[in-house]
Structure formats: C-alpha cells, structure tokens
Nanobody, 124 residues
Framework: QVQLVESGGGLVQAGGSLRLSCAASGRTFSTYDMGWFRQAPGKEREFVGTTRWRGAGTYYGYLADSVKGRFTISRNNAGNSVDLQLKRLKPEDTAVYYC??????????????WGQGTQVTVSS
C-alpha cells in the first residue's frame, strides 16, 4: 500500500518559518516526481512545487511563482522523501499542504498519490 505521510505543519506568526516533510512508502519513488500542493479555505487547490529526477540520485526543484524566493523544495538522495522549507510566511500562505507523487507533477494534471495533508496557519 502506497503512503505519503506529511509532518511539520503548525501555527506561526507572519514572517516566521516552518519545514514540512513527506515520507513515501509502499513503492519505489526514486524516479517519480514528488512535490506539494496547498488548498486554502474556499479556494481551489494550488500547485506549490515539485522535485524531478535527473539521474544519479539527484533531483531538480521547481516552485510556483507565488512562493518562489520564500520557499525551497528538496528531495533526499534515495528519492523517498521531499521537504518544503517555508520562510517569510504570510497570512495568505495559510492552507492545508498536501504531499503528492506522480509523473509530470505540476500545475495541471492529477497526481497519482496524495498524502493526508498538514495544516499551516499563519497569523498576522
């Protein structure tokens, strides 16, 4: 059974930082994209970022323009976990953050796998 398990959400003041982690199990994810989406109350799901295999245990990261410069995304060498570092958080970053896995992970299309989500709340 494939599982993506997130951790690291919480409540933080504006300008603060959080680190989200996602661990995958149940299949080999090393050549799969892994990344993050978020959904704020009353809004559509939004792509945040992805990591893509480029061979030899390395990955490149891609982030949405809305978070570029404040968030960083990284993948471990084994390819079975992905982290999202959130910095200079704003109240509009408040959302449930979901880990996702699949081929061609990006702003369009549907991931093959989802985590259960972790809440990030940024107070003003």
């Amino acid at each position: 059974q494939v599982q993506l398990v997130e951790s690291g959400g919480g409540l933080v003041q504006a300008g603060g930082s959080l680190r989200l982690s996602c661990a995958a199990s149940g299949r080999t994810f090393s050549t799969y994209d892994m990344g993050w989406f978020r959904q704020a109350p009353g809004k559509e799901r939004e792509f945040v970022g992805t990591t893509r295999w480029r061979g030899a245990g390395t990955y490149y990261g891609y982030l949405a323009d809305s978070v570029k410069g404040r968030f960083t995304i990284s993948r471990n060498n084994a390819g079975n976990s992905v982290d999202l570092q959130l910095k200079r958080l704003k109240p509009e970053d408040t959302a449930v953050y979901y880990c996702a896995g699949g081929d061609g992970l990006g702003p369009t299309g549907e991931p093959d796998y989802w985590g259960q989500g972790t809440q990030v709340t940024v107070s003003s």
